[in-house]
């Protein structure tokens, strides 16, 4: 009886002890059959909606074509700048928005006018542009806008003038050399007959101003020999007129 019970005492001890061999057996080849279907590491969690909510005022993230440190295809780039095309009823209100703009001196809305494609050598009923205007009033800042979206410096006003002969008569000395630095043609003639050297003599008082303006039309190559419809030059306008300062600049040259 004694050899029975140690026997089964003996049998219970190496029954639990195959138990405990095969769970850690099932364990390892768990563990085992884990790594191999994962060999980087741990399982990656999924991956979030490609659609994002975007705050007001922040960019959009970028498309499927832009990565970082490249720049988007030209064709992308130009329709991002290029602002969308107008029906022509919607072009002509822009346009003369444009010309009340300059006409007012409103900088601001010139400027976002014509980044909104409003045409700076479109013309009002009276044959003024936002160029033209800005031209024969000293509109410099307006001017400036108009000249790098495009204006046409040898465009001409209702009386045949290009915007360099009012702007000459005025006196408006930085004008004038905004305009001659952009190749307005100094020896244009209007329908009046004159020059802008004519009415720079002609239609002002001769002071500082009027003798800064001859002295650059000369420098750009203004011809003061060009006669007035009466027959004149700008010579002898000068010294009829009594200008003495801008009879001798013309004589120096």
Known sequence: MQRFRTWRLRTR????????ILIVAVAVAGSLAACQGNPGGPQPLESPPSSVLVSPGSRPPPGPSASPGTSPPASMATAATKPPALS???????????????????VALVGELIGRGANANAKDAIQDSAFLYAGAEGFNEVLQLTLAAGADVSSTNRYGGTALIPASEHGHVATV????????????VNNLGWTA?????LLNDGGPSQQDVVRQLLDAGADPDIRDPQGRTALENAERLGFGEIAALIRAR
């Open 88 to 106: 022509a009823e919607a072009q002509t209100w822009l346009d003369q928005e444009l010309i009340a703009a300059a006409k007012a001196n409103n």
């Open 13 to 20: 001890r190496r029954t639990r002890g195959a138990a405990r």
């Open 197 to 201: 050297m004519q009415e720079a003599v």
């Open 177 to 188: 050399r905004i305009l001659l630095a952009a190749g307005v043609p100094v020896n244009h």
